[in-house]
Nanobody, 120 residues
Framework: VQLVESGGGLVHTGGSLRLSCAASGLTFSVYATTWYRQAPGKERELVARISSGGTATYADSVKGRFTIFRDKTKNTASLQMNNLKPEDTAVYYC???????????????WGQGAQVTVSS
């Protein structure tokens, strides 16, 4: 399954962006969806995950600022990012996964990602 991320852009510190993840032939609510990000020279890191049951978890660095959610009518998964900081600058990727405890199996291919740039 190929995913398509959208909604990235350039904002100033304190600004907001909403990223969306779309795919054909897949119902997001059946699986977990995870947003990752990769900054230049750094490893890809988990930002937020929403389980198939709707439970959301976040990296400590984004708690209270980012919200992950699904839109069943649009069949998308989104990441609302508020109070953005320069350290949030990265390419953001979504992934659809089967998650059970520590077991994680991706069922999607990586998309092209969405560039988020936060200027100071």
């Amino acid at each position: 399954v190929q995913l398509v991320e959208s909604g990235g852009g350039l904002v100033h510190t304190g600004g907001s962006l909403r990223l969306s993840c779309a795919a054909s032939g897949l119902t997001f609510s059946v699986y977990a969806t995870t947003w990752y990000r990769q900054a230049p020279g750094k490893e890809r890191e988990l930002v937020a995950r929403i389980s198939s049951g709707g439970t959301a978890t976040y990296a400590d660095s984004v708690k209270g600022r980012f919200t992950i959610f699904r839109d069943k009518t649009k069949n998308t998964a989104s990441l609302q990012m508020n109070n953005l900081k320069p350290e949030d600058t990265a390419v953001y990727y979504c992934a659809v996964q089967l998650v059970s405890g520590d077991f994680v199996q991706s069922i999607s291919s990586w998309g092209q990602g969405a560039q988020v740039t936060v200027s100071s």
